[in-house]
């Protein structure tokens, strides 16, 4: 990268919540509001917001690779089948946020993923079930973005009740940011 196009990567107006982290302002650049259909993404996005719960975002994407490698590159199917032996090891792990009950969660949530995807045909088509004519919702807010919504309240009281876990309507929307459910980027964004 030349230093032009560095400058220019900084020029850019951003969420403020991007600040001046390379890591941050990628993720903000390039996924934050992108929608995708993905259910393996979805998957990746759930595992990550999960272990996100009472941490800063930033702690969780600099261990982004620590969790591919731990969880299996987020192939559902091989998280939903890991062991107490998978746990352990998994507890033993400095690349990701080593919290047994995080830790469980995730196999949990990975083999109700599972269900989900047989009783919808895809995660996806589950969460666009709750969405406006089954379609993201672009916002672009002038000041503040809400920290939740009566959509991502439904989602989580639903996955709640199917017996997901760590997935409260703060972190289940923060889920909808990240995957493009809700494109939340400011009218003054750049990248809108």
């Not at 009783?119 to 709750?130: A, H, P, Q």
């Amino acid at each position: 990268m030349t230093s032009d196009s560095k400058l220019k990567t900084f020029d850019l107006k951003r969420c403020s919540w991007a600040g001046t982290d390379p890591l941050y302002m990628e993720y903000h650049d390039k996924e934050w509001g992108k929608t995708t259909h993905d259910d393996k993404v979805l998957f990746e996005f759930l595992v990550l917001e999960s272990a996100q719960a009472g941490l800063s975002w930033i702690t969780i994407l600099r261990r982004r690779e620590g969790y591919r490698k731990a969880f299996a590159n987020f192939e559902v199917k091989k998280v939903a089948a890991f062991t107490d032996d998978d746990v352990e090891r998994l507890m033993q792990d400095t690349g990701i946020i080593r919290n047994r009950l995080k830790i469980l969660a995730a196999i949990n949530n990975a083999q109700l993923f599972i269900k989900v995807q047989q009783e919808f045909g895809s995660f996806d088509k589950y969460l666009y079930s709750f969405m406006p004519d089954g379609k993201p919702i672009i916002n672009h807010p002038e000041w503040s973005v809400p920290a939740s919504t009566a959509i991502s309240d439904a989602i989580s009281k639903d996955m709640k009740k199917r017996g997901f876990k760590f997935f409260g309507t703060t972190i289940c929307y923060a889920h909808m940011q990240a995957t493009g459910m809700v494109n939340d980027h400011l009218a003054s964004c750049d990248f809108r």
